[in-house]
């Protein structure tokens, strides 16, 4: 059965640093989300790709984040400088055409910054 | 603009009873679709049902179905004989209005644990 799949799995590493997460989405589709969610709250959308294209990124502090999705295929989200405030899950999922298809998750990115 | 309300953050249940888990929504658009995920503690979201807004009977997938109560903006999801495995979050989530679609948006979850 097809997956989204996300590395790493785990990171820690200390404010300041950079790091960066990667996402493939399943084959075929098309729009690909980059969520963020933090312990005990609901994900909360970073950015929406359509195809290689940004859809939104309203809520992508974009003083440190950055997302790319060059060849309409994976995704890689960066945060530089990493704050304390940014430990949390990241989620990356990916969607069929259809407006009634339902999202897809990857495993996620448990990030801890120390 | 749109908002997923649940207001139970935590909820138990017997193993092998019923239990509803709530979500009420806010939205001008007339055309919407309500999604429930399933989230264990590993971490991956795992999606349940959906619900579109003109649709004229309740979903249904296996032990899990959908009060859908269009009045009253409520889409609650019905979990029938519980099970250990059952235990997790849910999340209630809308896509968005015309031209976002593609967008959803989560409510803040309810944690459910089953009792043996």
């Known amino acids: 059965e097809a997956e989204v799949a996300q590395s790493p799995r785990y990171k820690i590493t200390e404010k300041s640093q950079a790091v960066a997460f990667w996402c493939d989405p399943i084959?075929?589709?098309?729009?690909l989300y980059w969520y963020r969610q933090i312990l005990g709250q609901g994900p909360e959308l970073l950015v929406q790709?359509?195809?290689?294209?940004?859809?939104?990124d309203s809520q992508l502090p974009k003083d440190r984040f950055s997302a790319e999705r060059l060849k309409g295929v994976d995704s890689t989200l960066k945060i530089q400088p990493a704050e304390l405030g940014d430990s949390a899950m990241y989620l990356c999922?990916?969607?069929?055409?259809?407006?009634?298809?339902?999202?897809?998750f990857g495993p996620g990115t448990r990030l801890t910054v120390l | 603009a749109q908002k997923i309300t649940q207001t139970q953050p935590g909820m138990f249940v017997q193993e092998k009873e019923a239990v509803t888990l709530d979500c009420t929504y806010d939205?001008?658009?007339?055309?919407?679709?309500l999604f429930w995920y399933k989230q264990p503690s590993s971490g991956e979201m795992i999606f349940l049902i959906y619900?579109?807004?003109?649709?004229?009977q309740n979903a249904t997938e296996g032990r899990y179905s959908l009060n859908f109560q269009k009045a009253r903006k409520s889409a609650n999801l019905v979990i029938s004989a519980s099970q250990l495995g059952d235990s997790a979050m849910y999340f209630c989530?809308?896509?968005?209005?015309?031209?976002?679609?593609?967008?959803?948006?989560f409510g803040p979850g309810t944690s459910l644990s089953v009792i043996p």
């Open positions: 999922a990916s969607k069929g055409g259809r407006t009634t298809d339902e999202q897809f």
């Open positions: 084959s075929g589709h098309a729009t």
């Open positions: 790709f359509q195809d290689e294209s940004v859809v939104d």
């Open positions: 939205t001008s658009d007339p055309s919407y679709g």
């Open positions: 619900q579109g807004s003109y649709d004229q």
């Open positions: 989530a809308m896509r968005g209005p015309k031209p976002s679609y593609d967008k959803v948006i």
